[in-house]
């Protein structure tokens, strides 16, 4: 079998390292760098390494997806018609790094981000904000989607952390969007949108994003297509936020996709996890690993 896997992000570098090794397998990004957005923070704050560079990517761009004949076509003019073919193109996060970029630079902040689904980056950001002594207060969700328990413990941690809850905020985290010529996509079964086609990651409609999500739909896809694994994808959400005093709020919840599960630690150790995590993935070049089991 030939896989053809558009995209070198979260979740298409897991799909790859999860194909068996007799799969024909090709990686295909317009980029042959990882990058760990999670750790982009800490890189602005003590200049943490973010980026690893990966040595077997194709480096080319998309240009159009035709999903009736399952071929695509690159902007060297060239088309590909694999046997299975893995779409993680992942969304333009751009906007966003431009605008945290500029959010460092003020000292008076009111942070809101434009879509829930980027509501984790935006909470954590205005964790950090404030440990480095600015005036921060946040305007958002603050997680109720992900479940009561969750959005309580982290409007309490705001709080002890004095970031002030208000209703309104002028400093707009914008979405991050999916390439106009691929948009997103709706699938009814382990992610298949079309008879073997597939949509891992951010391109997913109505999903959180979240790098942990991404990467855990790439390493299900990747073993599904190798017959490692006969369940079904079960989506739940897994995210550490830290706080910037020391501790950090770790939680899991199913409970944006139909659910009922959620539950939320906070301790110093969940402030460590974080750390490990971020080296992890920047050494590992995007590799989920272990942690796909926690």
Not at 54 to 62: D, G, K, L, R, S
Not at 76 to 100: Q, V, Y
Request: aromatic share 10%.
């Amino acid at each position: 079998m030939r896989v053809t896997i558009l995209g070198g992000g979260y979740s298409g570098l897991n799909a790859f390292y999860n194909l068996n090794a007799n799969i024909n397998k090709k990686l295909i990004s317009n980029s042959n760098k990882f990058t760990f957005y999670t750790a982009y923070l800490q890189h602005i704050i003590n200049g943490a390494n973010y980026i690893s560079n990966i040595n077997f990517v194709n480096i080319n761009e998309v240009k159009e997806i035709d999903i009736e004949r399952k071929e695509v076509k690159f902007s060297d003019g060239t088309t590909d018609n694999p046997d299975a073919m893995i779409i993680a193109l992942g969304c333009n996060k751009g906007k966003i790094i431009k605008s945290i970029d500029t959010l460092f630079k003020k000292d008076n902040l009111s942070i809101q981000p434009e879509s829930w689904r980027d509501e984790i980056v935006a909470i954590q950001l205005a964790f950090y904000l404030k440990r480095l002594g600015k005036n921060v207060s946040y305007s958002g969700d603050l997680l109720n989607w992900a479940g009561k328990n969750i959005s309580s413990v982290v409007k309490e941690e705001m709080e002890k952390a004095q970031i002030k809850i208000v209703e309104n905020a002028d400093d707009v985290i914008p979405e991050c969007q999916p390439l106009e010529e691929v948009g997103e996509f709706d699938y009814k079964t382990n992610f298949e949108i079309k008879k073997d086609i597939y949509a891992v990651g951010d391109l997913i409609r109505k999903w959180p994003r979240t790098g942990e999500l991404a990467m855990r739909s790439g390493v299900f896809i990747g073993k599904h297509l190798s017959g490692k694994t006969k369940d079904n994808f079960k989506p739940i959400l897994i995210n550490i936020i830290d706080t910037g005093r020391g501790k950090a709020i770790h939680f899991r919840s199913d409970i944006p996709w139909g659910g009922n599960f959620e539950s939320v630690k906070t301790s110093r150790v969940r402030a460590l996890m974080k750390r490990f995590i971020e080296k992890h993935y920047v050494s590992s070049k995007g590799n989920m690993g272990f942690l796909y089991r926690l």
